[in-house]
């Protein structure tokens, strides 16, 4: 296993298990390292975490959502325990060490199981908004036709990929998250993806719908008063047209408002240690107890059970209030 600073174009070996369990334990002590110095320059670490597209799951109890959407693709690396995806279906089951490549617009549920020996759940997510990927399209959209780009979204994770995760990890220790950085390193993460055939499933979104536009511009402030106006103003497009455009992809401007705010809540009460009143606060909603009500419709658990149920883990493993990425 080489060492040192990661060569985009090398070779996506697996490693072997002895190899593979050394790159976990060392992507874990840079993750604690990373979690201590957001704590020490910040106190609000979990925002920091959500600005550079970085979410880290972790659970003692199994855990099972439903009617889960992302706005933006994303890329899960299971660390510890088993990660479960069914659609249509299709079940995908990602266990330590392997990837899930989630795409956007896409409804599915999740299940979380802890390992049998360390009772621990915990994987990492790096989500690709629209501009990284139009970034990645920019610099290497020629090379696109060459590569595998079938929907492909389980693997085990490469050597190289793991290094990339290190490396991000080791990076964010040091040095305070900035947005334009932080975009240039998931372009480069996309390229590792592209080159093992992984990264279908977040380029079939490079020409993004109007759903993904829409639900990624009300995910930047979902508690704000949204009005069908102010979005058409941002994307330029008249209101006629926006509703036209909706219809046509089976949704409306209010259930779009609201399917984006409930996956707010869910990174919310997941990923930060924020109280489930300001969690309903911060997307939207005003009564507690319609926020409540509204959660379990649709993911099948109350927020307070999910907070809950990652709310114990032990030691340096209690990631910034026991959360989980969506």
């Known amino acids: 296993m080489k060492s040192g600073r990661l060569t ?7 490693p072997t298990n002895p190899e593979k369990h050394h790159l976990l334990r060392e992507l874990l002590r840079n993750l604690q390292e990373l979690l201590r110095n957001l704590r020490r320059r910040d106190r609000e670490p979990d925002r920091d975490l959500m600005q550079c597209s970085l979410g880290v799951q972790s659970c003692y109890k199994p855990q099972k959502i439903s009617k889960v959407t992302f706005s933006k693709p994303a890329a ?60 990645f399209q920019r610099s290497y959209g020629r090379g696109l036709e060459s590569w595998n780009l079938s929907s492909n979204w389980h693997a085990p994770a490469s050597e190289a990929e793991l290094e990339w995760i290190i490396q991000w990890l080791d990076w964010g220790s040091k040095y305070p998250p900035s947005l334009h950085v932080q975009r240039h390193r998931l372009v480069e993460l996309l390229l590792l993806l592209a080159q093992a055939g992984l990264a279908g499933n977040i380029l079939v979104s490079r ?23 102010d979005l058409c103003r941002i994307l330029g497009v008249s209101e006629s047209a926006m509703r036209r455009h909706l219809r046509v992809e089976g949704t409306s401007f209010r259930d779009l408002l609201e399917e984006t705010r409930l996956m707010s809540s869910l990174v919310l009460v997941q990923e930060t240690s924020f ?11 005003r009564s507690q ?15 307070t059970m999910l907070r809950r149920s990652g709310s114990d883990v032990p030691g340096e493993f209690l990631v910034l209030g026991g959360g989980t990425l969506p």
């Open 275 to 285: 109280t489930i009143s300001r969690v309903a606060d911060g997307v939207g909603y």
């Open 207 to 229: 020409n993004p719908s109007w759903r993904r536009r829409i639900g990624q511009t009300i995910g930047v402030d979902p508690a704000r008063a949204w009005r069908c106006q």
């Open 8 to 14: 985009l174009v090398s070779e996506n070996r697996r």
């Open 289 to 303: 107890s319609r926020f409540t009500d509204r959660f379990k419709e649709r993911f099948g658990v109350t927020p």
């Open 76 to 135: 899960l690396l299971v660390v510890s325990g088993s990660k479960e995806i069914e659609l249509a279906g299709r079940r995908f089951v990602a266990k330590a060490g392997e990837l899930l490549i989630v795409p956007a617009d896409t409804e599915f549920w999740i299940a979380k199981i802890p390992d049998s020996v360390s009772g621990l759940y915990q994987d990492l997510g790096f989500r690709f908004d629209i501009e990284t990927v139009q970034e």
